[in-house]
C-alpha cells in the first residue's frame, strides 16, 4: 500500500509529496503518545446525539493516540463510556433543557485543557447561544492543536470576529461545502463555488488566509491549504459517503497532532492534516476492495487505520 495511491499533492511551486507517517518510538508508553480530547454530544430534546464524538475518539485512538478523553453532556457521559470502553469521559455540566452551562464547563475544561496535546470540538455539539461561547472561549485558551469540525463551525460562523481569538497553538477547519459557505458569507470572503472542482483550491485557500489556520475542504479531492501551501486528495471515495466518516476524519487529524505536532518529529498541523486525509482515504480504499462502494460503517472504517498505519510505516522503511 503506498500513500501515492490515494493522494496527490500540489502548491505555487509544483508538486510535492504527502509527508511520510513518523516511525512509532517501540520504547514509548501512552503518555508518549499524547491525549486527544474531543469535546461534542447534544442532549437538548428532543436532540440526542452522541455518535459523533465517540467516533472521533475511536478513530484518534486506532490512529495511536495514548489516551482519548471525551467531553460530553452530563446525561451522556454513561452512555460514551458503554459506546467506547477505551475512552475516559468528562460530564459536561448542563441546564435542565439540556443546554451547556458555560461557565461550569469552562470550570471542569480548563485543568485539562492544560494536559492534553491536540483537541478537537464539534462533532454532535449542537446548536446555540451555549454552544458558541463554549467555542469561542476554547478559542482563547487552547493552546495546543484544536480541530474544528461539524457544529463547532457552524458556531464560528455566527461569531465573525472569532479569527481574532485564536491562540497560538494552531486551528484545523474541517468544513464540507455547505459548512464553508456559511464560514465565507460570515466572514465577507469572495462567492467561491466549493463544489466546482476547478476553484475548490481557491476556496480554501481563501479560508486558511483570511482566519490564518489550516483548511480541509471535504469532498470529491479534498483539499488542504495553509493558505500558501496547496494539498489534494487524488479521487474521491463512494464507500465515504456515511454517516460519521467526517468524525473519524476529525479524529485521524487530531490524534496525528497529538502524536507528531510540535514533539521530536515537528510535522507541522498542514503535515498532519493532510496525512490525515490520506490515511482516512485508504482506510476506505482498503475495505471498499473487499466489499464495494456501498455499506461502510464508520466504525469499520475506523477499525481499517491501524493496518493502514504499518502499511504507511513498511513503505517508508523499505526506501
Same mark, same amino acid.
Given at each position: 500500500? $503506498?500513500?501515492?495511491?490515494?493522494?496527490?499533492?500540489?502548491?505555487?511551486?509544483?508538486?510535492?509529496? #504527502?509527508?511520510?507517517?513518523?516511525?512509532?518510538?517501540?520504547?514509548?508508553?501512552?503518555?508518549?503518545?499524547?491525549?486527544?480530547?474531543?469535546?461534542?454530544?447534544?442532549?437538548?430534546?428532543?436532540?440526542?446525539? @452522541?455518535?459523533?464524538?465517540? /467516533?472521533?475518539?475511536?478513530? %484518534?485512538?486506532?490512529?495511536?493516540?495514548?489516551?482519548?478523553?471525551? %467531553?460530553?453532556?452530563?446525561?451522556?457521559?454513561?452512555?460514551?463510556?458503554?459506546? @467506547?470502553?477505551?475512552?475516559?469521559?468528562?460530564? !459536561?455540566?448542563?441546564?435542565?433543557?439540556?443546554?451547556?452551562?458555560?461557565?461550569?464547563? *469552562?470550570?471542569? @475544561?480548563?485543568?485539562?485543557?492544560?494536559?492534553?496535546?491536540?483537541?478537537?470540538?464539534?462533532?454532535?455539539?449542537?446548536?446555540?447561544?451555549?454552544?458558541?461561547?463554549?467555542?469561542?472561549?476554547?478559542?482563547?485558551?487552547?493552546?495546543?492543536?484544536?480541530?474544528?469540525?461539524?457544529?463547532?463551525?457552524? &458556531?464560528? *460562523?455566527?461569531?465573525?470576529?472569532?479569527?481574532?481569538? /485564536?491562540?497560538?497553538?494552531?486551528?484545523? !477547519?474541517?468544513?464540507?461545502?455547505?459548512?464553508?459557505?456559511? @464560514? &465565507?458569507? $460570515?466572514?465577507?470572503?469572495?462567492?467561491?463555488?466549493?463544489?466546482?472542482?476547478?476553484?475548490?483550491?481557491? *476556496?480554501?485557500? %481563501?479560508?486558511?488566509?483570511?482566519?490564518? #489556520?489550516?483548511?480541509?475542504?471535504?469532498?470529491?479531492?479534498?483539499?488542504?491549504?495553509?493558505?500558501?501551501?496547496?494539498?489534494?486528495?487524488?479521487?474521491?471515495?463512494?464507500?465515504?459517503?456515511?454517516?460519521?466518516?467526517?468524525?473519524?476524519? &476529525?479524529?485521524?487529524?487530531?490524534?496525528?497532532?497529538?502524536?507528531? $505536532?510540535?514533539?521530536?518529529?515537528? !510535522?507541522? !498541523?498542514?503535515?498532519?492534516?493532510?496525512?490525515?486525509?490520506?490515511?482516512?482515504?485508504?482506510? %476506505?480504499?482498503?475495505?471498499?476492495?473487499?466489499?464495494?462502494?456501498?455499506?461502510?460503517?464508520?466504525?469499520?472504517?475506523?477499525?481499517?487505520?491501524?493496518?493502514?498505519?504499518?502499511?504507511?510505516?513498511?513503505?517508508?522503511?523499505?526506501?
Amino acid at each position: 500500500m $503506498s500513500i501515492d495511491d490515494a493522494v496527490d499533492g500540489e502548491c505555487a511551486e509544483g508538486t510535492e509529496r #504527502c509527508a511520510n507517517l513518523p516511525a512509532r518510538d517501540p520504547k514509548g508508553h501512552k503518555g508518549t503518545f499524547g491525549t486527544v480530547l474531543v469535546i461534542g454530544g447534544c442532549v437538548r430534546l428532543p436532540r440526542v446525539m @452522541l455518535g459523533g464524538p465517540v /467516533i472521533a475518539a475511536r478513530a %484518534a485512538l486506532r490512529t495511536g493516540c495514548g489516551l482519548a478523553e471525551l %467531553a460530553v453532556p452530563e446525561p451522556l457521559a454513561t452512555a460514551a463510556l458503554a459506546a @467506547l470502553h477505551s475512552a475516559t469521559a468528562l460530564a !459536561l455540566p448542563v441546564d435542565d433543557a439540556g443546554s451547556l452551562k458555560p461557565s461550569e464547563c *469552562a470550570e471542569l @475544561l480548563d485543568p485539562v485543557l492544560d494536559r492534553v496535546q491536540s483537541v478537537i470540538i464539534g462533532p454532535a455539539l449542537g446548536e446555540g447561544f451555549a454552544v458558541e461561547q463554549v467555542v469561542v472561549r476554547l478559542l482563547n485558551h487552547v493552546r495546543t492543536p484544536m480541530i474544528i469540525d461539524a457544529d463547532g463551525l457552524n &458556531a464560528l *460562523a455566527r461569531l465573525p470576529d472569532f479569527p481574532r481569538d /485564536i491562540q497560538d497553538g494552531g486551528v484545523i !477547519l474541517t468544513p464540507h461545502p455547505g459548512e464553508y459557505r456559511r @464560514l &465565507a458569507q $460570515s466572514l465577507g470572503l469572495d462567492d467561491i463555488d466549493p463544489t466546482d472542482p476547478t476553484r475548490r483550491g481557491d *476556496a480554501a485557500d %481563501a479560508l486558511a488566509r483570511r482566519v490564518g #489556520c489550516v483548511v480541509v475542504l471535504k469532498g470529491d479531492r479534498t483539499v488542504v491549504s495553509d493558505g500558501i501551501h496547496r494539498w489534494s486528495a487524488r479521487a474521491g471515495n463512494a464507500a465515504l459517503a456515511t454517516g460519521g466518516s467526517g468524525d473519524a476524519l &476529525a479524529g485521524v487529524i487530531g490524534s496525528l497532532a497529538a502524536q507528531f $505536532s510540535g514533539r521530536s518529529h515537528h !510535522l507541522s !498541523l498542514f503535515d498532519c492534516a493532510r496525512l490525515g486525509v490520506a490515511i482516512h482515504g485508504l482506510a %476506505a480504499q482498503s475495505w471498499r476492495r473487499r466489499a464495494g462502494d456501498a455499506g461502510l460503517l464508520v466504525d469499520e472504517l475506523c477499525d481499517e487505520i491501524p493496518a493502514v498505519l504499518a502499511a504507511l510505516r513498511e513503505e517508508n522503511s523499505d526506501r
